[in-house]
């Protein structure tokens, strides 16, 4: 069973580029989300989305964009990246709803450096 | 100011010996409290979640225990393996949200 899976793995890019980060389920999960992980904090959500078409900010959302025109896909767009930006990406997803006990099942994540 | 709190920020024992995470929250009213275990370079995985009226949950060699009075949680790895070296991860949702509340780890290093 694939799941869900994250691509790339690694990235490297430069300052002011623009980078897309692709994350794919096949579980048809309603809810899928954008975290980033850095050193000393807690996961963080950039963006997460509640069905196709609906997507909403997280936590820290400046300088990124989200898209989901399908169930099974939900791209992460850094429109021009920025050092601080460097970090490791997660894409998770859920079949949750408020008062469901379903746990958010996470990719492997992309290792993002930008220089 | 982060909600859920995790220590140690790290701790090395030896194979075969006893640990306990510590997680203090403070996310009210929550929905459940759950922790993950992420081994590096892979994303969390989920092990237990306790329920705001569950006191001990057990997976295997891991068990979880929740003080909802107190807004404690700990996680203790009973003869630990090499395998066990990670991160465990704390996390809480609140009871009208579905956006969660991270611990930032606590990193478990195994050795033989």
């Known amino acids: 069973d694939a799941g869900i899976t994250q691509s790339p793995r690694y990235k490297i890019t430069e300052t002011g580029r623009q980078v897309t980060l692709m994350c794919h389920q096949t579980?048809?999960?309603?809810?899928m989300f954008w975290y980033r992980q850095d050193l000393g904090h807690g996961l963080r959500l950039i963006y997460y989305?509640?069905?196709?078409?609906?997507?909403d900010k997280g936590e820290v959302p400046d300088g990124y964009v989200v898209s989901r025109s399908k169930t099974e896909n939900f791209p992460l767009t850094l429109e021009s990246a920025t050092r601080s930006q460097t970090s490791v990406y997660f894409c998770?997803?859920?079949?949750?709803?408020?008062?469901?006990?379903?746990?958010?099942?996470f990719g492997d994540g992309t290792r993002l450096s930008i220089l | 100011k982060n909600q859920v709190e995790q220590s140690p920020q790290s701790l090395i024992i030896l194979e075969g010996k006893n640990c306990t995470l510590q997680c203090n929250y403070t996310v009210s009213p929550f929905s459940n409290l759950r922790w993950y275990k992420q081994d590096t370079g892979r994303g969390p995985v989920s092990l237990t979640i306790m329920t705001f009226s569950e006191n001990t949950k057990s997976n295997g060699r891991y068990t979880a225990t929740l003080d909802a009075d107190t807004k404690q949680s700990s996680l203790h790895i009973t003869a630990s393996q090499l395998s066990d070296s990670a991160s465990y991860i704390c996390v809480v949702r609140p009871l009208d949200d579905y956006k969660l509340s991270f611990g930032a780890g606590t990193t478990v290093t195994v050795r033989a």
């Open positions: 998770a997803s859920s079949d949750q709803g408020i008062g469901v006990h379903q746990p958010q099942h």
């Open positions: 989305s509640a069905a196709a078409d609906i997507t």
């Open positions: 579980w048809s999960h309603s809810y």
